[in-house]
T-cell receptor, first 114, second 110 residues
């Protein structure tokens, strides 16, 4: 069964609004979670590493003020896309791993900004 | 900077064919190489490879890693239409994060 849960699966919003995406590890504690973005016909690109209890580490070119990451507990990380615009429309997916194991992916969130 | 290059980018075959997908990489402090299958949404895990020369096998799929030449291959024998997907190769270096290749889009026609 799924070990990483992501919600919502899809969201449509108006330009200028903010959208929050949740990622939960279901039966393990994840001190680190990862947020990826995938544009159509492109590969998964790492956006940021979410660290429980501390600031996220963003990859080059990712705006930290636009993509707010909060990892408030060992089982939950959230990604908030602030003031979303159509170019932010993409597939967002989180992942986490149990210690020493492979990464498990959430089911992903398809964001469409009108 | 860690890097993954997959080839071919796209491949069309007929059912029953055997295919080989390639993945070459550059990485600092290699930890593992992983293969994923992505159909519509989230990637599903296929293999994790950490040691050279040891083939991993699951049904019609198999994979092997060559750490000296820095590449891996994913083989699919007797392909079926259900194998149609994007196959992603990812490398894990010094940190836990994965760096993905662009993927190989496999289309299996009946």
């Amino acid at each position: 069964g799924a070990v990483v849960s992501q919600h919502p699966s899809w969201v449509i919003c108006k330009s200028g609004t903010s959208v929050k995406i949740e990622c939960r590890s279901l039966d393990f504690q994840a001190t680190t979670m990862f947020w990826y973005r995938q544009f159509p016909k492109q590969s998964l690109m790492l956006m940021a590493t979410s660290n429980e209890g501390s600031k996220a580490t963003y990859e080059q070119g990712v705006e930290k003020d636009k993509f707010l990451i909060n990892h408030a507990s060992l089982t939950l990380s959230t990604l908030t896309v602030t003031s979303a615009h159509p170019e932010d429309s993409s597939f967002y997916i989180c992942s986490a791993s149990r210690t020493g194991e492979k990464l498990f992916f959430g089911s992903g969130t398809q964001l469409s900004v009108l | 900077e860690d890097k993954v290059v997959q080839s071919p980018l796209s491949l069309v075959v007929h059912e029953g064919d055997t295919v080989t997908l390639n993945c070459s990489y550059e990485v600092t402090n290699f930890r593992s190489l992983l293969w994923y299958k992505q159909e519509k949404k989230a990637p599903t895990f296929l293999f994790m490879l950490t040691s050279s020369g040891i083939e991993k096998k699951s049904g019609r799929l198999s994979s092997i890693l060559d750490k000296k030449e820095l590449f891996s291959i994913l083989n699919i024998t007797a392909t079926q239409t259900g194998d149609s997907a994007v196959y992603l190769c990812a490398i894990q270096g010094g940190s836990e994060k994965l760096v993905f290749g662009k993927g190989t889009k496999l289309t299996v026609n009946p």
